[in-house]
Nanobody
Framework: QVQLVESGGGSVQPGGSLRLSCTAS????????MAWYRQAPGKERELVAK???????NYADSVKGRFTISRDNAKNTLYLQMNNLKPEDTAVYYC??????????????WGQGTQVTVSS
């Protein structure tokens, strides 16, 4: 069973920083792309940041310049560094990965989510 587990969420004041981690139960070298999504109360789940081919990044307009997605293959971990957090960043953040073990199979993997709350 392949699993993704998020950690690093919490409560911070506006302007603060958090680093989210997503650790896989196996090597992530075959995971492509990997991404972070978030869902705020009453809103649809949205793509926050995506990492393709290990180096190509894409960010939602609302987080550009503040968030950075990266991965450490040796640690089987995906990261989301969040700086200058704003109240509107409050949401449950989810880790995502596409896993293709064989040509006939493709899996969408999701973590359980971690809560990020930004308030004064």
């Amino acid at each position: 069973q392949v699993q993704l587990v998020e950690s690093g969420g919490g409560s911070v004041q506006p302007g603060g920083s958090l680093r989210l981690s997503c650790t896989a139960s196996r090597s992530i070298r075959s995971f492509d792309p990997m991404a972070w999504y978030r869902q705020a109360p009453g809103k649809e789940r949205e793509l926050v940041a995506k990492l393709t081919n290990n180096v190509i990044t894409n960010y939602a307009d609302s987080v550009k310049g503040r968030f950075t997605i990266s991965r450490d293959n040796a640690k089987n971990t995906l990261y989301l560094q969040m700086n200058n957090l704003k109240p509107e960043d409050t949401a449950v953040y989810y880790c995502y990965a596409q896993f293709v073990p064989v040509v006939e199979r493709k899996y969408d993997l999701w973590g359980q989510g971690t809560q990020v709350t930004v308030s004064s």
